[in-house]
């Protein structure tokens, strides 16, 4: 059975740092597309940074690059996002996704799909960047 699990969100003051985990069974997820997307009151779900099988690379949003790390620990089958610098603007629910089926994307493409393109989705975890 495959399976998501988020953790790490909580409240941090602006410039602090969280690194998400997302926890993964039931497929390995250095073989397929990973990515952490976030929703925020009121907007559209965004690809946050994504990293796949298919080219090797992570993919970040213009909005968080040079301050958010993608990575894996294959041991663990954990994918983790480091966020530092964190803004009030990062303020969302972030949630991890996968692409294990078909045609397996490159990150950038990971990051574009939408709700219905991923195979399967965690529950998410809340990040507050507030003072």
């Given amino acids: 059975q495959v399976q998501l699990v988020e953790s790490g969100g909580g409240l ?10 997302c926890a993964a069974s039931g497929f390995t997820v250095d073989y397929y597309a990973i990515g952490w997307f976030r929703q925020a009151p009121g907007k559209e779900r965004e690809g946050v940074s994504c990293i796949s099988s298919s080219d090797g690379n992570a993919y970040y949003a213009d909005s968080v690059k040079g301050r ?47 709700y219905y393109g991923m195979d399967y989705w965690g529950k998410g975890t809340l990040v507050t960047v507030s003072s």
């Fill in 12 to 21: 941090v003051q602006p410039g602090g740092s969280l690194r998400l985990s």
């Fill in 68 to 114: 958010f790390t993608i990575s894996r620990d294959n041991a663990k089958n954990t994918v983790y996002l480091q966020m530092n610098s964190l803004k009030p603007e990062d303020t969302a629910v972030y949630y991890c996704a996968a692409k294990i089926r078909g045609r397996i994307p490159t990150s950038q493409d990971m990051c574009a799909l939408d």
